[in-house]
């Protein structure tokens, strides 16, 4: 596509990008934090970030290397980013709330309220104002405790995550929460990976990856489906470099053509000073949205033929007899699919599947990796297994070099869960907890997220408590999700930064300022750190190093311990107060609960940390069999009517989930904007629209949804299928459309029609 320029002075569209990183993704960094902090600030943080003593990145959960850390710096462009947004200079003063009503703040943007800076003390909004006031913590916990001791029933809460919260304050999270009485810990887990836990753990027996780091060093085939590490988690294509270097190749599986999967420029590097790229991607699908079902299975039907010439020789047999069961069944389906009928649902020409399929024959040793761009769809369950399946078909789990890899997000997501942060805990887990505490905490499934919008609509939830988290931007169906929080009776948040969620509030409402990841954390005289847990479960600390912002913030855990204690009085069997001391207190009582935490204060001091254990990493399946489980699936069916594409939601690279960092996407050459439509250009020509239109999306399942001025840029994309960037295009995405078992929202495939403003 040739360089174009809008009539709008606001919006520019250039060539997109095919190489990420480089020089420019430096001077982007320095921008971005020379504008929130001074120099000096910036260094010193900067060369601290995820160190062996230093800040864990808030952005991220890619891990570090287990034994060394770079003295160049340890961060990406976009860690550098989240470090701006966090350890800026800016605070939001009285003056701000005193002079902003709720009313006018709730139509502000995300990228306008993250700007105003760090929030420097509790603040409160009374029943009947229209703004928010400074109030003492001692008394917005009273008023907390108050509400919740005067609820009908425990399950009127909602008690909310982010996946940044530690594990130390994860854990007294959930320990409160159902010593109060409930289990509806709904976390954004429910919006992102949630079909990735559901999938592995009914094929695998353990919800989480299976790879290590080094595993990449040691392979012979990556594939990436539904993920764009060069935005999403930059310090990933370093990894894909030094794979390539070892003889590796890697096939690409997405809708669009991304930057970070082509090539890489290492800024740490004589050849990323000078520009020259490191080749990443060997073969390039660009699938259909939704297409990966079809598309795994066209390559293991062909995978069959090659194995029915070639007994053994294909198929690593003595795995799949020794260590899985239904192997005859999904032979028995496989032989029933026809090829030219899956490679026209994949959107995938049957001579590019061969291409794929010879890659996978000649590789003993693979890894799949996948993110969002798989496991929001009706069928995200099925896409996962299908992953399964093909890993099983090769021996490619339970050995080096191989495995499968969620991408996780959040910095801690998967540690959350790990800590007990789940709506649906396993028997064994509260058992232990009533255990340990003699407790009397509930079985019974709790609410997850979308669950809890439905909840707090309906009027059957009271309060909503947030710890940490942009609640109304992650979710879909915007306006819905703001009508379930006004209807609170409470809505509280535990945040560093203004985010849109702390303006649609209950009658009352409380934002809870707490210290950020870089901040310096101070108790009884001690400095203090928390831990985390990566994408490859491996424990870690994270220790803040800079001064805070304000000395009116409060930890995550000394905030959740203040909380029980208001809440629970002398009822409580859990010492608080001891919790309180010391962090390692705290984690002497996870270790007492959760498995695989033996001597945690200890280990979780070792450079690195420690690794948690991974039963199918080791080869051994906690399924009801005891062996990895091969599935079924159906072809995805998708009918559109002329006027009709199916829609995902992306992130632009000034973006982290719901934080703006900037109005670019520098990568996909869209500048200045954020509410734009990529549309491919045969679909522009054909629907009488043309590069620049501003349009109006809008979808039709239960009801009409609209959002408007959206801009057309003409993309390389799959015909009929199109994207946007989330949360703009959150509004039209209907709660009720979520994947089948794990409920998740399907923001990455949702009918639309596009219509022209006149």
């Known amino acids: 596509m040739k360089s174009k320029k809008t009539n709008n002075k606001e919006h520019k569209i250039t060539e997109p990008k095919t190489k990420a990183g480089g020089v420019p993704s430096v001077v982007s960094a320095t921008k971005h934090l020379l504008k929130e902090m001074s120099p000096f600030r910036a260094s010193k943080v900067m060369f601290q970030l995820n160190q062996f003593n230093g800040p864990d990145c808030p952005g991220c959960a890619w891990p570090d290397a287990d034994t060394e850390r770079s003295s160049l710096g340890e961060y990406c462009e976009n860690g550098a980013k989240a470090i701006a947004e966090e350890a800026t200079s800016k605070i939001v003063t009285l003056n701000f709330f005193k002079n902003n009503k709720i009313s006018e703040l709730k139509e502000k943007d995300e990228f306008y309220l993250g700007k105003l800076g760090r929030i420097a003390q509790p603040v409160y909004k009374k029943s009947g104002s229209d703004n928010y006031e400074e109030i003492s913590w001692d008394t917005a ?49 429910n919006m992102c990976h949630e079909s990735s ?44 470099q030094k794979a390539k270097a070892n003889g590796a190749k890697i096939i690409s599986i997405n809708p669009l053509k991304e930057a970070g999967l082509i090539g890489f420029d290492d800024p740490q590097s004589v050849k990323g000073v000078f520009g020259i790229a490191s080749k990443l991607t060997d073969l390039y699908l660009q699938v259909r949205i939704n297409g990966d079902v079809p598309l795994l299975k066209a390559i293991m039907f062909l995978l069959f033929q090659e194995e029915e010439k070639a007994p053994g020789k294909i198929f690593d047999l003595d795995f799949i007899k020794n260590n899985t069961d239904g192997f005859e069944n999904f032979i028995k389906d496989l032989k029933q699919q026809d090829l030219n009928s899956l490679s026209e649902n994949c959107g995938i020409s049957i001579g ?24 929001q769809h009706k069928n995200a369950v099925d896409n996962i297994s299908e992953i399964v399946n093909l890993l099983l078909l090769k021996g490619s789990i339970g050995k080096p070099g191989a495995g499968a890899c969620p991408v996780r997000g959040h910095s801690n997501v998967q540690g959350d869960r790990t800590m007990g942060i789940y709506e649906k805990p396993k028997h064994e887990f509260i058992d232990k907890l009533n255990e340990v505490y003699d407790l009397n905490a509930p079985f019974d499934y709790g609410l997850d997220t979308v669950e809890s919008m439905t909840a707090m609509h309906t009027g059957k ?13 992650a979710t879909p169906d915007t306006n819905y999700t703001g ?21 649609f509030t ?64 002398s009822r409580s069997k859990v010492n608080w107060d001891k919790m309180l001391e010391h962090y390692d207190n705290i984690r002497d009582e996870i270790e007492k609960v959760i498995p695989g935490f033996d001597n945690y204060n200890k280990r979780v001091r070792n450079n690195g940390g420690f690794y948690l254990p991974n039963s199918a990493r080791d080869g051994n399946f906690n399924t009801l069999s ?27 690279h000034d973006q982290f989930n719901t934080t703006i960092y900037g109005l670019d996407d520098r990568y996909r050459g869209i500048l200045n904007g954020r509410r734009v439509i990529l549309m491919n250009k045969a679909d522009i020509k054909k629907a009488g629209l043309k590069h620049n239109d501003t349009v109006n999306l809008a979808t039709y399942y239960d009801k009409e949804r609209m959002v408007e001025n959206f801009k057309i840029v003409e993309y390389d994309i799959k015909e009929r299928c199109v994207a946007t960037y989330f949360p703009e295009a959150n509004p039209i995405i209907p709660y009720t459309e979520t994947a089948r078992k794990s409920n998740t929202p399907v923001s990455k495939s949702i009918i639309i029609k596009i219509s022209k403003q006149k």
């Open 141 to 189: 916990f009273t008023i907390i405790g108050n509400k919740l001791s005067s609820l009908s029933s425990p399950n009127e809460t909602i008690f909310y995550t982010s996946g940044r919260t530690s594990n130390e304050a994860a854990f007294l999270y959930q320990l409160f929460a159902r010593e109060y009485g409930t289990n509806n810990l709904p976390d954004c887990s």
């Open 506 to 569: 209950g009658e009352e409402s409380l934002i809870l300022p707490c210290l950020g990841r870089t901040d310096l954390d101070i108790k009884n005289n001690k400095e203090q750190f928390v831990s985390v847990e990566n994408s490859m479960g491996i424990v870690h600390q994270s220790r803040g190093t800079l001064k805070p912002p304000s000395v009116k913030l409060l930890s995550e855990p000394e905030i959740v311990c203040r909380l029980a204690k208001a809440t629970l009085n």
């Open 352 to 375: 590019e599947i061969r291409q794929a399929v010879e890659l996978i024959i000649k590789s003993e040793r693979i890894i799949y990796c996948w993110a969002m761009g798989l496991t």
């Open 197 to 240: 836990g559901v999938a592995l753990t009914e094929t695998i027996g353990v919800g989480k990856g299976t790879v290590k780091l080094e595993d990449f060093y040691n392979t012979d085939l990556i594939i990436i489906a539904g993920q764009n590490p060069g935005t999403n988690h930059p310090r990933m294509m370093k990894a894909l």
């Open 626 to 652: 005891g062996k990895a489980m091969f599935t079924t699936s159906e072809i995805p069916t998708l009918e559109l009517a002329d006027d009709e594409y199916l829609m995902m939601t992306i992130r632009s």
């Open 461 to 473: 939830a009271k309060v909503f408590f947030a710890m940490g988290g942009n609640f109304l931007s």
């Open 483 to 503: 009508e379930a929080l006004e209807n609170c009776e409470l809505t509280v948040s535990v945040a560093t930064k203004l985010n849109r969620t702390h303006f």
